[in-house]
């Protein structure tokens, strides 16, 4: 089916007059569907491949991107299940497990157990994963992350949080303050269903973004229309971005992100089944099993340490994107819109050589790893994924962006 529209910019003059509404709801709806978060890495910067559950193009009433934009935002569905399949393929190179250790390593909860969600939601950064979700309201919600033989689950029922991995046996509970209640505490900023993706993409929606309605399709067995949102800017690594959204409903059902490279999406996220139906009670209920390992969170009532963890320094979630850059020196953007750069220094310490003493013959594989580029700024090594991109100069400066690689080269010169 033809596009509705080829080609309405939406931003500060193409979005109706009711623009901010239209904000206010969306952030309004975003607390209701599965707020609990699981993908990871693309979610700093914002799509399982394209036979997920497409079938037809149903014939619906036409509507113009901004409609079904402000459809998004209105949409005010409490109360859903359903399965979500999830793929992420940044082209990362193979290091046989490696990758995955690291990433667990680095956002490792201070209790060190294995089913605390900060280090075990974030090693579904790469690969397809089968996820089941449900929510009831903001203060009911519950993900399971379905592994061979395995499973892991993120529960939350008012004030309490359970995370429970089969694997180990271990559980990781956590109390949320009064003044939190309806937020977990799994990590923030790394969305879980369509929804919640294309919440992040929205947000980047401005005057440097053209977004057409795109067609329609069946996902999960609903009809659907297709939002498809591109950058106008050329220095982007995102080539498009589409979210299928619900005719009946607006929830978006799948969101899909493809690289200006081509190939197989980035990021891919749909419901492969979803209802709209109000879930079972005990859908949200949790007992630790008998002989399973209990760790109590820093915020838990029942936590020792709870008294000390409004002193505590140790991470409560993933770091955000406004958290990226505490700690760094002067970090700064570069550029608007899509084609942003993040700049800071940290503090001279750039890429050691392959044969320094220093580095060694890691130093020396990590170079491998990425391209050797240099310009007025001096020289440095770029490491690339198929959508963010980080220049790493020899005087300790980093540029990084869903940019290419002349765009960081570039930004380095000009900052020099």
């Known amino acids: 089916m033809a596009p509705y529209e080829s080609d309405r910019t939406a931003g500060a003059e193409g979005l109706p007059d009711e623009a901010d509404d239209v904000r206010a709801g969306r952030r309004k709806a975003a607390r209701y569907v599965v707020p609990v978060a699981v993908v990871g890495v693309a979610a700093a910067t914002i799509g399982l491949v394209p036979a997920l559950a497409d079938s037809g193009d149903p014939s619906l009433p036409k509507i113009t991107a901004e409609q079904l934009i402000e459809k998004i935002a209105k949409s005010d569905v409490q109360q859903l299940s359903g399965t979500v399949k999830v793929s992420t393929d940044l082209g990362l190179p193979s290091l046989g497990g490696l990758e995955s250790g690291m990433l667990s390593g680095a956002t490792k909860g201070s209790g060190g157990s294995s089913a605390d969600p900060q280090s075990k939601l974030m090693e579904l950064a790469s690969g397809t994963h089968t996820v089941r979700v449900a929510a009831d309201g903001p203060d009911k919600a519950k993900v399971s992350v ?24 271990e559980v990781y509970h956590s109390t949320a303050p009064a003044a939190e209640k309806g937020r977990e505490k799994a990590p923030k900023d790394v969305p879980t269903t369509p929804k919640e993706l294309a919440d992040e993409a929205l947000k980047s929606v401005d005057d440097t973004t053209s977004v ?3 067609g329609t399709a069946q996902v999960a067995g609903r009809d659907a229309y297709k939002l498809l949102i591109k950058p106008k800017q050329s220095g982007s690594t995102v080539g498009a971005i589409t979210v299928a959204v619900d005719a009946k409903t607006g929830v978006p059902l799948k969101f899909t992100l493809v690289p200006k490279s081509g190939g197989a999406a980035v990021v891919d996220a749909g419901f492969t089944q979803v209802a709209f139906a109000k879930p079972a ?6 007992t630790p099993p008998k002989g399973a390992k209990v ?49 800071f220094d940290t503090g001279g ?19 491998s790893l990425g391209d050797h580029v240099k310009g007025k700024f001096g020289s440095g090594t770029v490491f690339s994924t198929r959508l963010v991109n980080a220049l790493i100069t020899d005087d300790g400066k980093v540029y990084a962006g869903a940019v290419t690689k002349d765009a960081l080269v570039k930004a380095a010169n000009a900052a020099h």
């Open 146 to 169: 379905l592994e061979n033989a395995a499973e892991y689950s993120v529960i939350h029922n008012g004030s309490d949080v359970w995370a429970y991995d089969s694997k180990s046996n």
């Open 212 to 214: 057409t309605v795109d």
């Open 281 to 286: 009670a005990s859908t949200f209920d949790f």
């Open 295 to 343: 760790t109590e969170g820093k915020d838990s009532k029942d936590s020792k340490d709870s008294k000390d963890s409004k002193d505590s320094k140790a991470p409560e979630s993933a770091p955000t994107r406004g958290d990226l850059g505490k700690g760094l020196d002067g970090l700064k953007t570069i550029g608007k819109g899509w084609s942003t750069i993040a700049e």
């Open 349 to 367: 310490q750039g890429m050691p050589s392959g044969s320094s003493s220093e580095g060694g013959n890691f130093s020396g594989f990590l170079n």
